[in-house]
């Protein structure tokens, strides 16, 4: 099959922006996510950094960021789209597995079967600073907590089972206790006792998804639904995951300046310029390998660009079936991706 | 204290509250939703200063297991109302937030979110938790001394708030706090919004509720209404002036219930039958087991109620936290004699206990009994709780709110576009 999912990052580079000049607005991730359904993206994402400031190291540069909370963001333009898949990035260091798994379930109510999560471990000691925390922990333990938090997130969706809430006004019972369950989790970084608060997702859960920076991200990215990651980094990281996980390239594009009909775009360490022909051939040929599934776009200027690769690149990408839009049997975001339509319940026997 | 001529505020809160008010057929599916937007719509049209949101962080249990009777189950409030905040223009946005297993960051910035996609229009209800309980969800479990909720909930709101007046009119600036219970800093980056920092609810009813309230809050959210709550309002008012803050700063608004009709008996008859479904015969045998402390399934729900004692030492596996057998002794004794007095069955005296004091009567008399109040200075305004949602507030809109406006006693029009306006307070920086 030679379709491609394609994705777009709708917060913006910190080095896009200029100093005096506030994060993304809402109504530019609106906008946005709103132009990515009109063009047939499968999904947008949204990153978060959560102070001003990143640390230095190369390669930590965060991609993108929201000043605004994502989870909040793709809740906010839920009601303005209808099939487009919402991811949202959240920075688990620092929080409580109860409270994430409760916000997510909640994007996916209110998105209908849309809701997706980016999981993002903390390597700051700023950011620990912003929770007071004082424990200045290591690395690896802090993604060895950032699984355990993966875990329990998703124990909580599951503790509710499809169909929970019966509301039998006949013999007065609202919720068919049989099928809330508790968690009783008690791990290294974790005690949680369930259940959850909030009825079962409808996608069950919410598509995960990691972004490869470096092999200590492979222990979550083996229970995630969706990696990103930069093309030459995640080309070859399909024998360490589950079968059915989407490989998401990073395509960065950054067209400003080019005169009318010109691409340009970075994947894989080269950078390329063509017209929008040479643009589709790129990616046709990237996803007939097989090493990846697709393509997450992120713009230089996601305000401009955007709209130039709705309105040029698209229709070119429509004739050669490399995306499609939202067809009429699609019930959830999993299901644009490929999975079965919800995902199984670990706590029903 | 006469305040003739002055406008009421007006709030809904969105009903979630174990109750068997489910039963109604014309109650929605509260995951979905199109029952929440139902529901904001309406009370948008009715003016309504703010949509207010409760927290159960726990589904609540009975002998041991989850209660099956009682609406249960919520979303995330400030997740789904930032979803409302699209589809609503006006209305002020108000989750509850508990203080205790929540961090300031956090809160900070998902509030400021809400604020920022609403134009101005989040609020917040602090509440605090104390009990091990609901500890058992989160990292720290159940660690807060009782003493000490209130202590933590003042330095959440501080907190908080020096994190919003940190930023400045060009971008975030340094923030930090220092206190018992939190030693953060660090940058905000979430924009401001044109009302500066959102107002603050609170609803503890207890001496250090009251304290924080006067001293914190700008709503207060009571449970006092009658003569009761003309003696809330006093003490809080007086409290109130002892921090320095002015009256009309923080704005008394206790929960009440309603029942319309176009005659007051037709309207009695709609209060009944609301409290029918409230209290179903399932609940109202729960509810008295929990002073029983036994099973009392086989005792018919509409029959009288049992004439044996409660159970002095019940198992506390399958009754945690049950009262002291005195207080239940006393308590079931208190009960017989009034459900012998007044003839009532076991369903009748449950819904006798749980009523409250709602407001009955045609359109017009109940606009004139809530003038009155307001009027006579026993609050500032009401958070309206309907039966059921997304329809149970079209009524009170569309016939009351006129009624109201037409005493004069009621805006016809939203004048401001924060949440801060609407409640009559300038922007706080």
Sequence with gaps: MNHVFLGVEIGEPESARPAARPGPAASDCARAAKLAERGSLAFVTLGEVLTSRSDSAPGRQPLCQSRLNPVATLAHVAPQTTSIGLVATATVSYLEPFHVSKALATLDHVSSGRAGWCVQVSRSAEEAQL????????????????????????????????????????????????????????????????????????????????????????????????????????????????????????????????????????????????????FADFLEARARTGLVDGFRLVFADVTTELSRFVDEAVPELRTRRLVSPWGPGCRSFRERLGLPHTAPNSLVP | MSTTGKAMHLAALFPSNQSAGWRDPRSGDHSDFATFTGLARTAERGLFDFFLL??????????????????AGELDQITVLSALSTVTERIGLVPTVNATFNEPFDVARRLASLDHFSNGRSGWNVVTTSNAWTGENFRRGGYLPHADRYQRAAEFVCAARTMWRSRAADGPGLFQHDGPQFRISGHFTVPAGPQGCPPT????????????????????????????????????????????????????????????????????????????????????????????????????PDGPL???????????????????A????????????????????????????????????????VAQQMTDYVRSGGADGFVLVPGYAPGGLDEFVDRVVPELQERGSYRTAYTGETLRDHLGQSTQS
């Design chain 2, 306 to 324: 049992p004439d044996t004692d409660p159970e002095r030492a019940p198992d506390p596996s399958e009754w945690p936290g049950i009262a002291a």
């Design chain 2, 54 to 71: 409760a927290d159960y962080p726990r589904l609540t249990e009975h002998r041991g297991a989850v209660s099956e009777v009682g609406t």
């Design chain 2, 326 to 365: 005195e207080a239940r002794s006393a308590r079931a004794q208190k009960w017989r004699s009034y459900a012998a007095q007044h003839g009532l069955g076991i369903r009748q005296l449950v819904m006798k206990l749980t009523g409250g004091k709602p407001f009955v009567g045609t359109p017009a008399r």
């Design chain 1, 131 to 278: 929770f007071g925390d004082r424990s200045a922990r290591d690395l690896p333990s802090r993604y060895e907590e950032a699984v355990e938090f993966v875990e329990v997130v998703s124990r909580l969706w599951d503790s509710w089972e499809d169909g929970a809430e019966i509301r039998d006004a006949a013999t007065g019972r609202f919720l068919d206790r049989a099928r809330i369950r508790a968690v009783n989790h008690q791990g290294r970084y974790f005690q949680v006792k369930g259940p959850g608060i909030v009825p079962r997702p409808p996608q069950g859960h919410p598509v995960t998804a990691v972004r490869i920076t470096s092999d200590e991200d492979l222990p979550l990215a083996a229970r995630a639904d969706m990696v990103f990651g930069r093309l030459e980094r995640i080309a070859g990281t399909r024998p360490r995951l589950r079968g059915e996980t989407r490989i998401i390239a990073d395509l960065f594009v950054d067209c400003r300046g080019l005169p009318a009909g010109q691409w340009a775009w970075e994947a894989g360490g080269a950078a390329q310029i063509g017209d929008v022909r040479a």
């Design chain 2, 201 to 300: 609810i609170q609803a503890g009813d207890s001496e250090q509720g009251r304290e924080f309230a006067a001293s914190h809050a700008d709503v207060v959210y009571s449970r006092h209404r009658g003569r009761a709550g003309h003696a809330f309002a006093a003490d809080i008012r007086s409290r109130t002036a002892r921090q320095g803050r002015g009256a009309d700063q923080v704005k008394i608004m206790p929960g009440v219930s309603f029942a319309l009709g176009d005659t007051d008996e037709e309207a009695r008859d709609n209060a009944r039958a609301a409290q029918e479904l409230a209290i179903s015969p399932q609940l109202a045998i729960c509810y008295l087991e929990r002073t029983w402390g036994r099973d009392l399934s086989s005792h018919d």
